[in-house]
């Protein structure tokens, strides 16, 4: 079995981070909502905490990225 080179840093072209992000990849064909339900709590309940808190950092960080982008900003706090 090869090892996984993690690929970081400016100099890390597009390609480069493409195929790393796909190597990292876990998919699931779900029969029916009930079948993607099960695999999904399967699959975050075999995560650490570290790792289902990192995710959900990471998302947030994205929509906060898409919102930028499309002009929206992050939310006011009150």
């Known amino acids: 079995m090869g090892t996984t080179k993690v690929l970081k840093g400016p100099s890390t072209s ?3 981070r493409s195929l790393e992000r796909r190597m ?3 998919a699931n064909r779900a029969t029916s909502f009930e079948d993607a339900e099960a695999w999904d ?4 309940q075999e995560k650490t905490p570290e790792e289902r808190l990192s ?3 990471a998302i947030r ?3 906060e990225l898409v919102e930028a982008a499309r002009g ?4 006011e706090e009150d």
């Open 61 to 63: 960080r994205e929509v």
């Open 55 to 57: 995710a959900l950092v």
């Open 14 to 16: 597009l390609k480069q």
């Open 41 to 44: 709590l399967e699959f975050w």
């Open 24 to 26: 990292r990849m876990v």
């Open 72 to 75: 929206m900003g992050p939310p």
